[in-house]
């Protein structure tokens, strides 16, 4: 009996037979009497870019061993694509078990698939190690011309989201717009009183004669409440054509002003007039204060009478001078001009307790200075916020996430110098953000011996080159995502600004890969006081990786 258990870096095959009872009692012998022959082997040492190369191990062991075969990404520098089940065969009272991979290659050079372990029983093995050469396709020119490389060309940047953002803030102020409209500005629709109240004098004095008459306090002999509301109505005229205390005047104190007026013809009211008035006011004092019951038919008798006296005050009272009117339509206009001011005033004032309790729930929710800096802007939020590019960088390439894409940095080499280098940056040492990719490829000749101390040495000069002080120094091991081990170099330090005599403190971290004949570097400058710089090298920091490359 087989049995397949695959863990997260191996594949175990246990091998068995239906009784138990039998393997655990011939278990201990056969441990010391089994043996195991491991071999491995390829279909092809040379192949060209992309095509596959089949890997073999071949494991002939006792029944009783369990067999771990290697799984993952074990052959790097070259890529396995397939790792297909493993073959049985029983050959008297061993197996011979073969476990295939599919590998391949999309760079040219010439590699080593490094040694591999298997484990049968409580034995380890390891496979030898075999060199392979992958070749470009060759391309004929007689049938395809060569061309020069193109330029580079400016392309559009993407799209963003940031209409989305002005749609709700269009929207929002449209909301507030309307809700500002409908409270302050609307011409909004006049109730009775206020139609009333916009009527002249003489016309609302009639109409509340027609109101008294439509009442129902003579059918229930209410004559207090009656005389009451009938000297209100000619108290009330006086008071906005006559006599401006009418109201709060007593009746001889009203009647003593109304003849003051007449004997200085500022009003042309005779005698009788005067005497018919003093008689209602003075017959109302006694029913509301002496309880007095006048006849319901003089009550109508002294409704009729005010009704003809207030025709009357209307007639004594002289015309408007054309000065008098050119006052009313000044102070008309000065009315509606006033009005139009505290609406204007109104409205501010509502803007802004609305732009205010906007900026605050956003606040709460997101953070006051986020909401800040998105209302004002600021470079660094929108770099973090901007659609992230992940790209490959340099042969071998390093793969990175940034908020740009990195420009290409041509550099300058004597004509003997046999090493290959590649450099992408964005932005400069002045910048809240600098990133720098280097990565350089010696010839096979070179015995320089690849230090990444003496590198990351060089690049703390280089601060020290451009004006940087105080620089602190920290080392530790890193780690990318995929495995591939390298150097840390970091700390702080401050950089001179563009106002002499000023430093801004600053952050830094410079990352160190070796392999053989290779040498890869990420170099990270940014403004530590910024937190959205902060977060966006984090971002950075995390996204790197790069295909460890296994010495021979």
């Not at 011996?449 to 000069?461: F, G, H, S, Y």
Request: proline share 3%; net charge negative.
């Amino acid at each position: 009996m087989i049995k397949s258990i695959k863990n997260k870096n191996r594949e175990i095959f246990a091998i068995g037979h239906p009784s138990l009872v039998v393997l655990s009692m011939a278990f201990c012998l056969l441990s010391f009497i089994s043996s195991a022959q491991v071999t491995s082997s390829i279909d092809t040492t040379k192949i060209r870019i992309g095509e596959q190369i089949t890997y073999k191990i071949q494991v002939e062991t006792d029944t009783t061993d369990l067999v771990v075969f290697p799984e993952g990404q074990t052959f790097l520098p070259l890529e396995m694509i397939e790792s297909y089940k493993v073959d049985t065969t029983k050959n008297k009272a061993k197996f011979q078990l073969i476990k295939t991979y599919g590998l391949t290659q999309f760079d040219s050079g010439s590699y080593v698939i490094p040694k591999q372990k298997i484990v049968v029983g409580t034995k380890t093995f390891f496979t030898d190690s075999l060199k392979v050469e992958v070749n470009t396709v060759a391309v004929d020119t007689t049938k395809q011309n060569l061309y020069d490389i193109k330029p580079l060309i400016e392309v559009d940047k993407a799209s963003s989201d940031w209409w989305k953002y002005a749609l709700v803030g269009l929207l929002i102020a449209a909301l507030a717009g309307v809700l500002l409209y409908w409270l302050i500005w609307r011409k909004k629709p006049l109730t009775e009183e206020e139609e009333i109240a916009l009527l002249p004098p003489y016309d609302r004095a009639k109409l509340a004669l027609k109101t008294l008459d439509e009442s129902n306090y003579l059918q229930k002999e209410e004559l207090k409440d009656y005389y009451s509301e009938l000297t209100f109505i000619i108290r009330k005229y006086l008071d906005e054509k006559v006599y401006d205390r009418a109201l709060e005047s007593t009746t001889d104190e009203l009647i003593s002003r109304l003849n003051l007026l007449n004997d200085a013809n500022q009003i042309e009211l005779n005698v009788e007039d005067i005497n018919n008035i003093e008689t209602i006011l003075k017959r109302a004092d006694l029913v509301k204060f002496a309880k007095s019951a006048p006849d319901i038919e003089l009550a109508k008798i002294d409704r009729n009478t005010i009704d003809i006296e207030i025709d009357q005050v209307r007639d004594a009272l002289p015309e408007l001078t054309e000065e008098q009117k050119l006052l009313n339509k000044q102070y008309e206009e000065e009315q509606v001009r006033k009005k139009r001011t505290e609406k204007i005033l109104l409205t501010v004032a509502a803007s802004i307790l609305i732009m205010i309790a906007t900026y605050v729930g956003f606040g709460l929710k997101y953070g006051f200075k986020y909401v800040a800096d998105s209302i004002v802007g600021s470079d660094t939020k929108e770099l973090l916020e901007s659609e992230w590019i992940q790209s490959d960088y340099g042969i071998p390439p390093i793969t990175i996430a940034t908020p740009v894409v990195l420009e290409r940095v041509e550099i300058k080499r004597d004509s003997l110098d046999k090493t290959k280098s590649s450099m992408f940056t964005f932005g400069d040492f002045a910048s809240p953000l600098y990133i720098n990719l280097n990565t350089t490829k010696f010839s096979e000749d070179n015995e320089t011996e690849l230090d990444p101390l003496a590198v990351t040495e060089r690049q703390i000069k280089t601060f020290e080159d451009n004006g940087a002080q105080n620089i602190i120094v920290k080392r530790k091991q890193f780690i990318t995502p995929n495995a591939a081990e390298g150097l840390k170099v970091y700390g702080t330090g401050s950089f001179p600004t563009s106002v002499a005599g000023e430093f801004k403190p600053i952050e830094y971290a410079i990352f160190v890969f070796t392999a053989k004949g290779v040498m890869q570097q990420i170099t990270l400058v940014w403004d530590n006081q910024d937190e959205y710089t902060t977060q966006t090298i984090t971002r950075i920091i995390d996204s790197i990786e790069l295909i460890k490359v296994e010495e021979e």
